[in-house]
């Protein structure tokens, strides 16, 4: 298990479970383990997603956006739920904004 700090200080968990999800459901992430948890760490812009999730989100060129849902639980924890590739800027309320 790795975790990164999300732009409101919280550590956001991505364990072994969540990351064999990922990588079984987004095989093109497979080999991006790291960029998932830089993603979080420090995004281009955060949406508001469904349900008290947050979508970090990293452009990663020609319109190509990484995407990492995550939740945060209380200021000290919070965990990935998914993550995937998307052509296009991720749609919804910006919450941050680098």
Known sequence: MKAAYSVNGVPIRLTHERWHHIVENHDDLASYF???????EKPDIVVRGNKGTLKAARNM??????????????????????????????????????
């Open 34 to 40: 790291y960029e998932v948890l830089e993603t979080v």
């Open 61 to 98: 060129g020609k319109r190509r956006w990484l995407v990492v849902v995550y939740r945060e639980l209380s200021e000290r924890d919070g965990f990935v739920i998914t993550a995937y590739l998307l052509h296009g800027k991720p749609k919804g309320e910006v919450v941050w904004r680098q």
